[in-house]
């Protein structure tokens, strides 16, 4: 049964630091993986997704990395901004888990001016 | 292109009573999965259809179902409601054929059982 942590579970940083969000995962037997961000009492938005053939991925000032073999990914966001405020959630995907994502509880970001 | 559709946004029912949520996926998308998100469970797979045939399910109760249309549009229905149900419910849709690829929610249907 895939497990999913994300360390830590909240931050608040000042504007314009750069980020390091972190996810942990128990089976490395992942097809792929992918970043989202909620906003309070919204859906989840796609940030990026990283195939498991894939080191890393990036968007913007996003960048995401992942080492299949360790069960790790890790979102960096560069100079953040107060719209990035958000919770980020990180979702691996199985080869054969036909639309099931796992996720783990979230690291809510709060970015003050 | 549009995005994924959630009806209805908002949802209040009795305890007892039964409740149908719908889904419309992205234009091409066979793939509806569906999740719900509680503040002490977080997100938990329900189940997912593709091609009006349910692939997978998660360790919900028998008061849980769903299904999914020809045109890939999907509805959960929730019988005999209990006030833990009371959750936001999330879709999902995927292309769902082969390899599994990138998946786009909704923006959700808040329901609250009184």
């Known amino acids: 049964k895939q497990e999913v942590t994300q360390i830590p579970a909240a931050l608040s940083v000042p504007e314009g630091e750069n980020l390091v969000l972190n996810c942990s995962f128990t089976d490395s037997a992942i097809y792929n993986l992918q970043w989202f961000r909620q906003d309070p009492g919204k859906g989840l938005t796609s940030l990026l997704l990283?195939?498991?053939?894939?080191r890393e991925q990036t968007s913007g000032r996003l960048n995401a990395s992942l080492d299949k073999s360790s069960g790790r990914s890790t979102l960096y966001i560069a100079a953040s901004q107060p719209g990035d405020s958000a919770t980020y959630l990180c979702?691996?995907?199985?080869?054969?888990?036909?639309?099931?994502?796992?996720f783990g509880q979230g690291t809510i970001l709060t970015v003050h001016p | 292109k549009a995005g994924v559709t959630q009806t209805p946004r908002y949802l209040i029912k009795t305890r007892g009573q039964q409740v149908t949520l719908s889904c419309s996926p992205i234009s091409g998308h066979r793939s509806v999965s569906w999740y719900q998100q509680t503040p002490g469970q977080g997100l938990q797979f329900l189940f997912e259809?593709?091609?009006?045939?349910?692939?997978n399910k998660g360790n919900f109760p028998g008061r849980f179902s769903g299904r999914q249309f020809s045109n890939s549009r999907s509805e959960m229905n929730v019988s005999t409601l209990e006030l833990g149900d009371s959750a936001l419910y999330l879709c999902?849709?995927?292309?769902?054929?082969?390899?599994?690829?990138?998946?786009?929610f909704g923006q959700g249907t808040r329901l609250t059982v009184v």
């Open positions: 990283i195939q498991s053939s894939q």
């Open positions: 259809y593709f091609s009006e045939t349910q692939r």
């Open positions: 979702a691996p995907t199985g080869g054969t888990s036909y639309g099931k994502l796992t």
């Open positions: 999902a849709s995927s292309l769902g054929q082969g390899a599994p690829t990138e998946a786009f």
